[in-house]
Every structure is written in structure tokens, then in C-alpha cells.
């Protein structure tokens, strides 16, 4: 259980990252996760994809001499641009910066939009192959709204599991402490073979009474069988498998 949510929250982290950049870029979060993705990929600093979208509406909105006419020789109109989203601004250039004929074409354009976009050149000058890609590993805007949801449910299961990993400590302590000083005792003396039968039977006597607090811990067990009945023992009046 530990491992699963701990794995699981990791992720989600990651996805909440994805969201909030896309929040701030004003895109939806699936399409910006679909341009990191096709970056990592194409072995692209994901940072600075971010961020060259992120500089999309500064730069087409007072666009440079250089960028004017880059946009002229790929057939587009920053003022168009301009009106897109920035991601879509950003896969449009793209994708006529690939179309250019020459490799030099395709770095003196990257150049022109930004003087360390050529870190990019892998993803742009191959970027519908790459994107293609992607689409295979990008989820939907209704899977990023779950994973919210589920962030907090999950939250809400680790509490419950260390407590009930706290129960379990209290009633196996006594039994744990008993058997140690029981065999404390037996390796303090002069054992002899009756001795040694003597103090093992008292350790075997010790430890029938673990089926008590295995019957307890049973119980208590049980009473997880339903996202409720977690949410009880958590102190948590909610139920974290709840849709």
C-alpha cells in the first residue's frame, strides 16, 4: 500500500506541475503535456520549450525585424498568431519551420524566434513525427480533473493505512517484548536441555497469545473492506473511494 500511493502520488505531482505551468500559459493542460512529451522525446530541454511558449505572445506581439521576416518566408502573420493560443502558435511555426528545405534554414529560423531555441532543433525540424508520438501518451483534460480528485483520496488512504500500522505495533509490542526477554533469560543461564525445553515452552505459551491480537487485528482489518469503514478508522469522515 505504501508503494502504490506513494507511487501514485508522485505522479500525480508531476500532473498537478503540468497543470498549474498550463494555468499560467492560459492552454489546457493536455496540450501542453502533449508538447513536453514530444520534447522529452526528441531529447529537447522540456524547461525550455515551456518557456519559449510561454514567450510566444511577447514576441509575436512586437515582433523583432528577424522574426518578421522569418514569419514572411514560413507564410505566416504574427498578427494571426497572435490571436491563437500559444501553444497553437507555437506548433504552427513549428510545423512550417520543418517544411524548410535546408537544415541551415531550419537554425537560422529557430534563431530568429529565440537565440537558444536551436537546443529545440531536434523537436522542431521533426516536430508532427514527435507529436504524433505524444498523442499516444497524453491524457485527456477529463483524466487531469480525476487526477485532482484523486490526489486528496489518496492522501486520505495513507493516513489511514499508518494508523492502522500504528494498531498494529500497539498490540504486537507486548508479545515482542515478552519473547525478547524470555530468550534474554534463557541465553543469560547455564542451559541445560531441560532448561532449554523449560524456557521454550514458556516462549511457545508467550505466543499463543498472538492469536488474540491476531483475532483483534482481524477485526479491525475487516472493518476496511469499504472506503467508509476507512475513513472511520482514519478519523476522517469521508470516503476516499467515493467518484
Same mark, same amino acid.
Given at each position: 500500500?505504501?508503494?502504490? =500511493?506513494?507511487?501514485?502520488?508522485?505522479?500525480?505531482?508531476?500532473?498537478?506541475?503540468?497543470?498549474?505551468?498550463?494555468?499560467?500559459?492560459?492552454?489546457?493542460?493536455?496540450?501542453?503535456?502533449?508538447?513536453?512529451?514530444?520534447?522529452?522525446?526528441?531529447?529537447?530541454?522540456?524547461?525550455?520549450? =515551456?518557456?519559449?511558449?510561454?514567450?510566444?505572445? =511577447?514576441?509575436?506581439?512586437?515582433?523583432?525585424?528577424?522574426?518578421?521576416?522569418?514569419?514572411?518566408?514560413?507564410?505566416?502573420?504574427?498578427?494571426?498568431?497572435?490571436?491563437?493560443?500559444?501553444?497553437?502558435?507555437?506548433?504552427?511555426?513549428?510545423?512550417?519551420?520543418?517544411?524548410?528545405?535546408?537544415?541551415?534554414?531550419?537554425?537560422?529560423?529557430? !534563431?530568429?524566434?529565440?537565440?537558444?531555441?536551436?537546443?529545440?532543433?531536434?523537436?522542431?525540424?521533426?516536430f508532427e513525427r514527435f507529436v504524433e508520438q505524444a498523442d499516444k501518451f497524453t491524457l485527456?483534460?477529463?483524466?487531469?480533473?480525476?487526477?485532482?480528485?484523486?490526489?486528496?483520496?489518496?492522501?486520505?488512504?495513507?493516513?489511514?493505512?499508518?494508523?492502522?500500522?500504528?494498531?498494529?505495533?500497539?498490540?504486537?509490542?507486548?508479545?515482542?517484548?515478552?519473547?525478547? !526477554?524470555?530468550?534474554?533469560?534463557?541465553?543469560?543461564?547455564?542451559?541445560?536441555?531441560?532448561?532449554?525445553?523449560?524456557?521454550?515452552?514458556?516462549?511457545?505459551?508467550?505466543?499463543?497469545?498472538? !492469536?488474540e491480537s491476531a483475532r483483534t487485528l482481524k477485526d479491525i482489518l475487516a472493518a476496511t473492506?469499504?472506503?467508509?469503514?476507512?475513513?472511520?478508522?482514519?478519523?476522517?469522515?469521508v470516503n476516499p473511494f467515493a467518484q
Open positions: 500500500i505504501s508503494w502504490l =500511493t506513494t507511487t501514485t502520488l508522485d505522479g500525480i505531482e508531476k500532473l498537478d506541475a503540468i497543470t498549474d505551468s498550463a494555468t499560467a500559459l492560459g492552454i489546457q493542460a493536455s496540450d501542453l503535456q502533449r508538447l513536453q512529451i514530444a520534447a522529452d522525446l526528441a531529447d529537447a530541454p522540456v524547461e525550455l520549450l =515551456t518557456s519559449t511558449i510561454g514567450r510566444m505572445e =511577447t514576441l509575436l506581439g512586437d515582433p523583432s525585424p528577424d522574426l518578421s521576416r522569418t514569419l514572411e518566408k514560413l507564410g505566416l502573420d504574427a498578427k494571426k498568431l497572435k490571436e491563437m493560443r500559444a501553444d497553437q502558435a507555437f506548433a504552427a511555426i513549428a510545423t512550417e519551420i520543418s517544411k524548410l528545405p535546408t537544415h541551415a534554414d531550419k537554425l537560422a529560423a529557430l !534563431g530568429d524566434i529565440g537565440k537558444n531555441n536551436r537546443e529545440l532543433a531536434n523537436l522542431v525540424m521533426n485527456t483534460e477529463s483524466q487531469f480533473s480525476i487526477s485532482d480528485k484523486a490526489s486528496e483520496s489518496i492522501k486520505q488512504l495513507q493516513h489511514t493505512f499508518g494508523n492502522i500500522t500504528n494498531i498494529i505495533a500497539v498490540e504486537l509490542s507486548p508479545v515482542v517484548v515478552e519473547v525478547s !526477554g524470555l530468550l534474554k533469560d534463557i541465553l543469560a543461564s547455564d542451559v541445560t536441555q531441560s532448561g532449554l525445553y523449560t524456557g521454550l515452552a514458556a516462549i511457545r505459551s508467550t505466543l499463543d497469545g498472538v !492469536g473492506q469499504t472506503g467508509s469503514q476507512i475513513g472511520m478508522i482514519a478519523g476522517l469522515d
